[in-house]
């Protein structure tokens, strides 16, 4: 397996845009997570998945984020519309069912919002 | 909710020399698992261990190894004759064995080493 992909792996854009990052866990993995990170938060949990629903967003830092994950292969997390703030690295991360099992990482999509 | 502590934003150590990283974690819950993570440079996530909470016995992998202190909800990493490929950022992780599996991270620990 390739691992966890995720795309874009750059992304630049002007405030107010809307931006969406993708991701495509491990096959047969069946939870998914969405993190940010930044130097002064570290690695914060925005939002997980269990067999593709959402079982806890209160890491969504406000309305202008959604995330979504139509089928097992594939989710979104949107920024509309973007700030600065927003600027950040975000990492996508899929582990196999069991709460013992680690969670595998993307490369992470560094996000920048001029 | 629970929350992971890593107190130490940098340290550093000498090549070949010993060093620990301090967390501290909080929750209500008994069973639970702990991981540390390994951030290079390349920002890929890397597991480097992991701690079930119902064991009493201490993980090792190789050169790290942890101290699990249950009570008091600290869970250390040690590592052990250090290289130069051990710099990176490290991140001390809790996984919840209720709600789904949440797993949360801590604000990370970052390691230097001196030839």
């Known amino acids: 397996d390739a691992g966890v992909i995720q795309s874009p792996r750059h992304e630049v854009t002007e405030m107010g845009q809307e931006v969406t990052l993708r991701c495509k866990p491990i096959?047969?993995?069946?939870?998914l997570f969405w993190y940010r990170q930044t130097m002064m938060r570290g690695l914060e949990l925005l939002i997980y998945?269990?067999?593709?629903?959402?079982?806890?967003d209160s890491g969504m830092p406000e309305d202008r984020f959604s995330a979504k994950m139509p089928n097992a292969s594939f989710s979104t997390l949107k920024i509309q519309p973007s700030e600065p703030r927003d600027s950040a690295v975000y990492f996508c991360a899929s582990s196999f069912p069991g709460t013992n099992t680690e969670a595998f990482f993307g490369q992470g999509t560094r996000l920048t919002v001029v | 909710a629970q929350t992971v502590t890593q107190s130490q934003p940098e340290m550093s150590v000498q090549e070949a020399e010993t060093v620990t990283l301090s967390c501290t974690y909080d929750?209500?819950?008994?069973?639970?698992?702990l991981f540390w993570y390994k951030q290079p440079p390349s920002r890929q996530m890397i597991l480097v261990i992991r701690?079930?909470?119902?064991?009493?016995q201490n993980a090792t992998e190789n050169r790290f190894s942890v101290n699990f202190q249950k009570a008091a909800k600290s869970f250390s990493l040690k590592i052990s004759d250090s290289q130069l490929g051990d710099a990176a950022m490290y991140f001390c992780a809790y996984r919840s064995n209720n709600q789904g599996g949440k797993l949360i991270f801590g604000q990370g620990t970052e390691l230097s080493v001196k030839p």
């Open positions: 096959s047969g993995h069946n939870s």
């Open positions: 701690q079930e909470a119902y064991k009493q």
């Open positions: 998945f269990n067999n593709n629903v959402p079982i806890d």
């Open positions: 929750t209500s819950e008994s069973d639970y698992y």
